[in-house]
């Protein structure tokens, strides 16, 4: 008889059991399958972590690059800060930075703008503009329409200044920006005054004041809101109410730490005096 067939037949019935039992070879299957798992978790989290410092290093670099573009721009040297702005954007669409994307195009379009590149300034907003509205980033994408309509000002594209004013302070409604709100306001009062259209352009400036008192710099914006308003009775040659205007922005002027503002108001006044020696007495 075969040694094993033996060994099969006499064994106790409990060795046999026992010996026989898979339980053994499942316990080890089920540690090694434990292993292998907690080896493939392990190994997503360093890839994670690894993924986490690239993008942070490329974002840095993509800062660095933003900074020296903009004081090339500063120091008028604009072939020069075109080309790194380039650079970093680049850079940042290779980490997948988009909100770092749209911010480079921005300033970008900034750049022609100030080269009076019209084309290619609102071909930059527009891409820029696209980003922020993908990511849902409503105040972001309102900042971006404010640009485009400052450049559709300087080529005197009134009515459709209006329509991207409208467009901004939807989305800074949306987003529940007031600072955006007001200054959307304020660009369309600004716009009805070069449309000759008095009441609208007051409206609209009553209203961005109005917006004005709950954000940070209400002051500022009472004087530069109220000194608009004042040129707007100038140009109606309502003098009387221009003048109240003026004194009123100018007064708030002087509590500012910036004299830019009233240094402008006080040019106004200046302005409307000699209009008023030059109007003929009835």
């Known amino acids: 008889m075969n040694p094993l067939h033996r060994w099969l037949i006499l064994a106790p019935a409990s060795l046999l059991c026992f010996s026989l039992s898979p339980l053994p070879i499942l316990s080890s299957l089920s540690a090694n399958a434990q292993t292998s798992e907690d080896r493939r978790v392990e190994a997503n989290r360093f890839a994670k972590e690894a993924r986490k410092q690239f993008i942070a290093?490329?974002?840095?670099?993509?800062?660095?690059?933003?900074?020296?573009?903009?004081?090339?721009?500063?120091a008028k040297q604009f072939r020069e800060a075109l080309a790194t702005y380039?650079?970093?954007?680049?850079?940042?669409?290779?980490?997948?930075?988009?909100?770092?994307e749209s911010t480079i195009l921005q300033k970008i379009g900034d750049l022609h703008k100030q080269q009076q590149q019209t084309t290619e300034a609102m071909e930059a907003y527009q891409q820029a503009l696209a980003i922020r509205k993908a990511l849902k980033q409503p105040s972001r994408a309102g900042f971006v329409l404010l640009s485009i309509a400052?450049?559709?000002?300087?080529?005197?594209?009134?009515?459709?200044v209006l329509?991207?004013?409208?467009?901004?302070?939807?989305?800074?409604?949306?987003?529940?920006?007031?600072?955006?709100e007001s200054l959307s306001l304020f660009g369309m009062g600004a716009a009805y005054r070069k449309l000759k259209q008095a009441d609208q352009a007051l409206s609209f400036y009553q209203q961005s004041l109005t917006v004005a008192?709950?954000?940070?710099?209400?002051?500022?914006?009472?004087?530069?809101?109220?000194?608009?308003?004042?040129?707007?009775?100038?140009?109606?040659?309502?003098?009387?109410?221009?003048?109240?205007?003026?004194?009123?922005?100018?007064?708030?002027?002087?509590?500012?730490?910036?004299?830019?503002?009233?240094?402008?108001?006080?040019?106004?006044?200046g302005k409307l005096q000699?209009?008023?020696?030059n109007t003929p007495k009835r």
């Not at 993509?62 to 721009?73: D, G, H, N, S, T």
């Not at 380039?86 to 770092?100: F, G, V, Y």
């Not at 000699?274 to 020696?277: E, I």
Request: aromatic content about 6%; cysteine-free.
């Open 213 to 269: 008192q709950d954000i940070p710099e209400k002051a500022f914006w009472e004087a530069r809101v109220l000194n608009a308003m004042g040129n707007v009775y100038t140009d109606q040659k309502q003098y009387a109410q221009a003048l109240e205007l003026y004194q009123k922005a100018l007064a708030i002027a002087k509590t500012l730490p910036e004299p830019e503002i009233e240094a402008q108001i006080l040019n106004n006044i």
């Open 86 to 100: 380039r650079q970093a954007l680049k850079q940042a669409e290779q980490s997948s930075a988009p909100a770092i």
């Open 163 to 180: 329509e991207s004013y409208r467009e901004a302070l939807a989305l800074f409604k949306l987003a529940q920006d007031k600072r955006g």
């Open 57 to 74: 290093k490329a974002e840095t670099e993509v800062r660095q690059l933003m900074q020296q573009a903009e004081q090339q721009q500063k």
């Open 150 to 160: 400052s450049l559709q000002k300087d080529t005197k594209q009134h009515a459709r």
């Open 274 to 277: 000699k209009k008023k020696l």
